[in-house]
């Protein structure tokens, strides 16, 4: 146990000296309590240290590392003739610009700003800038609803918000400024003071007497250009802030403890979670794994397709590559636009080396055959990798032959918001590879197998998976609630930090994610918590109850299933249940919206009045074989739910 730590410590020790530390870490690499019964849960990495994360990944790379003119980000537009280029040194004083705004706008080191953004380089921009003055980001899917945006707003009061006027992603317009101040007006008092909007899509301000466009009539205005609504007191335009911000920036010296973003993932009871990170683990963990994972080399042109919106965007789209130098495309599109043939298009246009893409996105292509993939070379790849969900080993065959060519290894990295950095993965060239397992754990990962008792099992064995050690980029709370923070994840189990994910060992040791254990389902790879979706739904007036469950999808993974039972008085029709589908798009946002919608007339419950969702999963599929149901207070409410089934694909 002792030899471990030392190694341990010697390993993460030895990788700290590649960064810039303004002062070094004293004591040791990490201090933790992971044991609830013994005292408060605590984790902390390179304690002592101080540093600055934007000064790690742009001056650095700029000033030690003469990066300065190799290209930071390829960025390619919604359409393929929209296309820009940012090397680090422009990078880095892009940043320095924006981190002067923030600080005329009065943002201080813990402040939290909210960014709201398509996938545009104003984004990272805006995000660097955040961690040069010591801010913590706060990144909302632009594909959330303005419900969920307002929500993420409050729980932990941002005072700025970046946004941009409006984006396309295929032919889908999203008017997100419109989106934005719906959110900002939701609640009343909102704790926004100012809303800085990127002109991405040459908009001009509602009712603007200058706009040359004012003259038009209305309808042949909007057919000409996107106006937004303005708030001269709340919004200012991001390139005019711009124009007369400072190039020099002195970055905020931070604790390695300190934040650096807070980022908000479903939870099974409902509301979201505020994982918060803090800088120094994480900086370490994102740089280490991207490193060994995709084997970077300089030469890399790595494109990971994920939205910056969500954790795969914020740990291998920005800070793990950029901590490494590392040239990445930043995609604001989608894998189908303008035809099916995009993602590969873009693979021979910039000579992508190595592709971090997500199940549901080879699901989604597999669908359209092989003729699309080859009508491109794909010669430059060398390195696939996956996340979000387990790939089913038919997509994992497809991705490695026709997409690889049967060349390129596949990296099926499993891990979490909460883990920061992959978990279990493979490495190129030393892992054998097996199509559906995430294979084995990263360095210093220390993966268990629990039984329903909280046994360890060794060997071949199937249970809870937990983690037995912290490391690096381990979440350090869930904002503003530290209670949930341990309950979630330290009490099941004392001792363990626990995924919430089940799991399967097989002989040769090899970790096989089975999926979520708790009231979770996984939509094209996006977390969501029935919870979250059924208290939607009951806020509609025609409701009385409502039991959301997950359904197998051969695209998406899963989809929700919804059953409902109505007040009296209220119909079932097909108007209501496009009302209870847009009510939850409004709510949460588009990718929560239930494929299924059944009427019930009963739920089915036990005698102490709990929802039997086992149950109601089994009648979605239409699988008759229910097992025991004794515990079933009214064995009848079956049989009307079966007749009521909605077909399935
Ligand atoms: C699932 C995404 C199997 C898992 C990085 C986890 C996976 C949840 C894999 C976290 C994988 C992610 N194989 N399952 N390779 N990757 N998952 O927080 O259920 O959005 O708990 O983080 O996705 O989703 P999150």
Same mark, same amino acid.
């Given at each position: 146990?002792?030899?471990?730590?030392?190694?341990?410590?010697?390993?993460?020790?030895?990788?700290?000296?590649?960064?810039?530390?303004?002062?070094?870490?004293?004591?040791?690499?990490?201090?933790?309590?992971?044991?609830?019964?013994?005292?408060?849960?605590?984790?902390?990495?390179?304690?002592?240290?101080?540093?600055?994360?934007?000064?790690?990944?742009?001056?650095?790379?700029?000033?030690?590392?003469?990066?300065?003119?190799?290209?930071?980000?390829?960025?390619?537009?919604?359409?393929?003739?929209?296309?820009?280029?940012?090397?680090?040194?422009?990078?880095?004083?892009?940043?320095?610009?924006?981190?002067?705004?923030?600080?005329?706008?009065?943002?201080?080191?813990?402040?939290?700003?909210?960014?709201?953004?398509?996938?545009?380089?104003?984004?990272?921009?805006?995000?660097?800038?955040?961690?040069?003055?010591?801010?913590?980001?706060?990144?909302?899917?632009?594909?959330?609803?303005?419900?969920?945006?307002?929500?993420?707003?409050?729980?932990?009061?941002?005072?700025?918000?970046?946004?941009?006027?409006?984006?396309?992603?295929?032919?889908?317009?999203?008017?997100?400024?419109?989106?934005?101040?719906?959110?900002?007006?939701?609640?009343?008092?909102?704790?926004?003071?100012?809303?800085?909007?990127?002109?991405?899509?040459?908009?001009?301000?509602?009712?603007?007497?200058?706009?040359?466009?004012?003259?038009?009539?209305?309808?042949?205005?909007?057919?000409?250009?996107?106006?937004?609504?303005?708030?001269?007191?709340?919004?200012?335009?991001?390139?005019?802030?711009?124009?007369?911000?400072?190039?020099?920036?002195?970055?905020?010296?931070?604790?390695?403890?300190?934040?650096?973003?807070?980022?908000?993932?479903?939870?099974?009871?409902?509301?979201?979670?505020?994982?918060?990170?803090?800088?120094?683990?994480?900086?370490?963990?994102?740089?280490?794994?991207?490193?060994?994972?995709?084997?970077?080399?300089?030469?890399?042109?790595?494109?990971?397709?994920?939205?910056?919106?969500?954790?795969?965007?914020?740990?291998?789209?920005?800070?793990?590559?950029?901590?490494?130098? #590392?040239?990445?495309? *930043?995609?604001? %599109?989608?894998? @189908?636009? $303008?035809?099916? =043939?995009?993602?590969?298009? /873009?693979?021979?246009?910039?000579?992508?080396?190595?592709?971090?893409?997500?199940?549901?996105?080879?699901?989604?292509?597999?669908?359209?055959?092989?003729?699309?993939?080859?009508?491109?070379?794909?010669?430059?790849?060398?390195?696939?990798?996956?996340?979000?969900?387990?790939?089913?080993?038919?997509?994992?065959?497809?991705?490695?032959?026709?997409?690889?060519?049967?060349?390129?290894?596949?990296?099926?990295?499993?891990?979490?918001?909460?883990?920061?950095?992959?978990?279990?993965?493979?490495?190129? #060239?030393?892992?054998? *590879?097996?199509? %559906?397992?995430? @294979?084995? $754990?990263?360095? =210093?990962?220390?993966?268990? /197998?629990?039984?329903?008792?909280?046994?360890?099992?060794?060997?071949?064995?199937?249970?809870?998976?937990?983690?037995?050690?912290?490391?690096?980029?381990?979440?350090?709370?869930?904002?503003?609630?530290?209670?949930?923070?341990?309950?979630?994840?330290?009490?099941?189990?004392?001792?363990?930090?626990?995924?919430?994910?089940?799991?399967?060992?097989?002989?040769?040791?090899?970790?096989?994610?089975?999926?979520?254990?708790?009231?979770?389902?996984?939509?094209?790879?996006?977390?969501?918590?029935?919870?979250?979706?059924?208290?939607?739904?009951?806020?509609?007036?025609?409701?009385?109850?409502?039991?959301?469950?997950?359904?197998?999808?051969?695209?998406?993974?899963?989809?929700?299933?919804?059953?409902?039972?109505?007040?009296?008085?209220?119909?079932?029709?097909?108007?209501?249940?496009?009302?209870?589908?847009?009510?939850?798009?409004?709510?949460?946002?588009?990718?929560?919206?239930?494929?299924?919608?059944?009427?019930?007339?009963?739920?089915?419950?036990?005698?102490?009045?709990?929802?039997?969702?086992?149950?109601?999963?089994?009648?979605?599929?239409?699988?008759?074989?229910?097992?025991?149901?004794?515990?079933?207070?009214?064995?009848?409410?079956?049989?009307?739910?079966?007749?009521?089934?909605?077909?399935?694909?």
């Amino acid at each position: 146990m002792f030899l471990l730590l030392i190694l341990y410590t010697e390993f993460w020790g030895k990788i700290a000296k590649e960064f810039y530390w303004k002062t070094p870490y004293t004591g040791n690499f990490m201090d933790y309590n992971f044991d609830l019964t013994r005292a408060k849960i605590y984790i902390r990495c390179m304690q002592g240290a101080t540093t600055n994360m934007c000064y790690n990944v742009l001056d650095r790379n700029v000033n030690e590392k003469k990066l300065g003119d190799k290209i930071a980000f390829y960025w390619e537009g919604n359409k393929p003739e929209d296309y820009a280029r940012i090397t680090y040194k422009e990078l880095l004083q892009q940043v320095c610009k924006f981190a002067n705004v923030l600080r005329a706008q009065g943002i201080k080191k813990g402040d939290h700003v909210a960014i709201y953004m398509p996938m545009i380089i104003e984004l990272i921009v805006a995000m660097l800038a955040c961690a040069r003055v010591g801010a913590v980001h706060s990144i909302v899917f632009a594909g959330f609803s303005a419900e969920a945006l307002s929500e993420r707003i409050l729980d932990c009061s941002c005072s700025l918000l970046i946004t941009a006027d409006g984006f396309y992603r295929g032919d889908k317009f999203i008017k997100l400024k419109e989106i934005t101040d719906e959110a900002l007006k939701l609640h009343g008092e909102n704790p926004v003071k100012k809303c800085i909007v990127v002109k991405h899509l040459k908009a001009t301000k509602e009712n603007d007497k200058t706009s040359t466009q004012s003259n038009l009539p209305p309808a042949k205005r909007a057919c000409l250009k996107l106006q937004i609504p303005w708030n001269e007191e709340v919004d200012v335009w991001w390139h005019e802030v711009m124009k007369e911000a400072g190039e020099e920036c002195e970055p905020e010296w931070c604790s390695a403890e300190d934040p650096l973003f807070i980022l908000y993932t479903s939870g099974s009871t409902g509301k979201p979670k505020g994982v918060k990170h803090t800088i120094g683990g994480y900086l370490l963990y994102t740089a280490t794994t991207f490193k060994y994972v995709f084997d970077y080399q300089p030469s890399d042109v790595y494109w990971c397709t994920a939205d910056v919106g969500w954790i795969t965007g914020h740990s291998y789209l920005t800070y793990g590559p950029l901590a490494n130098g #590392a040239t990445s495309v *930043l995609f604001e %599109g989608v894998p @189908t636009y $303008p035809d099916v =043939s995009r993602f590969w298009e /873009i693979i021979d246009k910039y000579l992508v080396t190595k592709f971090y893409t997500a199940p549901t996105a080879i699901r989604l292509l597999m669908k359209y055959g092989d003729e699309p993939v080859k009508r491109f070379s794909r010669k430059s790849l060398k390195i696939l990798g996956t996340v979000g969900e387990p790939i089913n080993p038919e997509a994992w065959l497809w991705y490695y032959n026709v997409v690889g060519d049967r060349r390129c290894p596949i990296m099926d990295t499993y891990w979490q918001t909460e883990t920061g950095g992959h978990m279990l993965t493979p490495l190129p #060239a030393v892992t054998p *590879l097996k199509p %559906g397992s995430a @294979t084995l $754990p990263f360095f =210093s990962v220390v993966p268990a /197998i629990l039984s329903e008792s909280g046994e360890e099992l060794e060997g071949e064995a199937e249970g809870y998976l937990v983690f037995k050690k912290p490391w690096p980029s381990i979440m350090r709370e869930v904002y503003g609630s530290y209670e949930r923070f341990e309950s979630s994840y330290f009490k099941r189990f004392p001792g363990y930090f626990v995924t919430g994910d089940g799991c399967k060992r097989d002989k040769d040791g090899y970790y096989w994610i089975t999926g979520r254990i708790d009231d979770m389902l996984n939509i094209s790879g996006h977390l969501l918590s029935t919870a979250e979706v059924e208290s939607a739904i009951m806020e509609h007036l025609a409701v009385a109850e409502v039991a959301a469950v997950s359904h197998p999808h051969p695209v998406k993974g899963e989809s929700l299933y919804c059953f409902v039972t109505l007040k009296d008085g209220h119909e079932f029709t097909d108007e209501l249940v496009t009302e209870l589908k847009n009510q939850v798009r409004k709510k949460i946002g588009p990718i929560a919206a239930p494929d299924y919608i059944q009427i019930a007339a009963q739920l089915p419950k036990t005698r102490s009045g709990k929802i039997m969702r086992r149950l109601l999963r089994k009648i979605a599929r239409n699988e008759r074989d229910l097992g025991n149901t004794s515990t079933l207070a009214d064995e009848s409410v079956l049989e009307a739910l079966f007749k009521n089934r909605v077909e399935t694909i």
